[in-house]
């Protein structure tokens, strides 16, 4: 497996305000809980009009608060270097969430100059506090050598608490290092434990990794029925190489009754992100399949990607 491909750091994201909006609903403070009630109701002027004097007062979950306001343009005009300026407020005095959001912003540019150093510092200190998010993302810096000396041992350290911490993509990619043996000594059996935990909360690239040990028998017992399984539900999120993988067993008949219409089905979808093997797959499918078969095929691809992009 191509150790580069798929990694990405975290970005800032809804769940992230979610978490301090609940760390907000802990205290007694009533300005807090009114605050959230507005936000969670849509009214973001009326949380920011709320937030803004305990923010100035010097409260840190406020001024958080009212950085994620100005990052997202909700109830003020976007501005992320104002966001900035709140968290660091908010950072300063050892608010994690803060200091992961500064993290993710210098690491992409956002309200300042890309810093990886400086990335990898508020990283660090949110990491310490055991933040799982900036946990993976410090992984990630020193698995990649962004910001910082490349050291895989130091990447798999933090990863590891972030992935007992829950995050998917922290397992993800430390199944990977246990794959490839990188920063750790190989391990095929963790590396399926760590995949399939990755899977379960929904992250496609693991269920695709997990279908290609399941049929290769890799640290798990070999099961096209299970690798079928994994396929399908990272082909159904649209991952290529889950579309192509799938079309091949339902070509082949593993895992399933040979069906060459539910192959092209599955090679023209995986051809429509650029997969080159499901290029040339489908191509050669076209000549065992009648012209109606084709052409039904193709409407009910767009169909299905019409229907896809409609999702929430």
Known sequence: MNKASNISRMKIASVVFASLLSLCADTAQAGYREGMAAYERGDYERAFQIWLPDA????????????????????????HAEALGWFKRSASQGNATAQFTLGVMHDQGQGTDADGEQAVRWYRLAASQGHARAQTNLGLLYYQGHGVE???????????????????????????????????KANENKAAEWLTRAAKQGLAIAQTDLGVLYLQGRGVEQDDERALLWFQRAANQFVPK????????????????QDLKAAYFWYVLADTGNDAVATERRKALEEQLSQDDIQATHKRVKRWIEQRQAEP
């Open 242 to 257: 889950a579309q192509r993988l799938l079309a091949e067993m339902y070509e082949s008949g593993r895992g399933a009754e």
């Open 56 to 79: 100035n007062a010097g409260n840190e979950r406020a001024q958080a608060a009212i950085g994620f306001l100005y990052y997202d343009g909700l109830g003020v005009e976007e501005d």
């Open 150 to 184: 490349q050291d895989y041992s130091e990447a798999a350290l933090w990863l590891n608490r972030a992935a007992h911490g829950g995050v998917a993509q922290a397992q993800f990619t430390l199944a990977r290092l246990f794959l490839d043996g990188t920063g750790v």
